[in-house]
């Protein structure tokens, strides 16, 4: 997918019927899509926001059947490896996803229905 599709699927804030994911996008993603936190920090605000689950920054290709439950995944570039992160985030295992094209998300949480969200800067 290219950056203009992207942005033509994607959404904000305001089309979002997720409860977390709105929270997580008003308090941590967007801030971050807008300059105003490092990826650093991005990462801090994610073990803030999902304390109770292992954020990990995905480094290689990793099999999703071997990752825990409460595991949220952090992709760097996910659209530069894409048959590698659909395969991710087609698989069972894999709960709730979010696409901000140039970062993603996998979150493994066995309470939450499955859902993909393609978020964009809120201005």
């Known amino acids: 997918m290219n950056r203009l599709q992207f942005y033509f ?13 709105y929270t997580l996008y008003c308090e941590v993603l967007n801030p971050y899509l807008k300059g105003q936190l490092t990826y650093p920090q991005l990462i801090e605000g994610l073990r803030h926001h999902y ?39 087609s698989h069972e295992a894999v709960i709730q996803t979010v696409d901000l094209f140039d970062l993603g998300l996998l979150f493994f949480k066995p309470i939450c229905p499955k859902q993909h969200f393609y978020l964009r800067k809120m201005a």
């Open 51 to 89: 304390s109770d689950c292992a954020i990990i920054e995905m480094e290689q290709t990793m099999d999703p059947a071997q990752i825990s439950q409460n595991t949220v995944i952090v992709v760097k570039n996910p659209h530069a490896i894409e048959e590698n992160w659909y395969a991710m985030y």
């Open 9 to 21: 699927k994607a959404q904000t804030a305001h089309g979002l019927h997720s409860p977390s994911i």
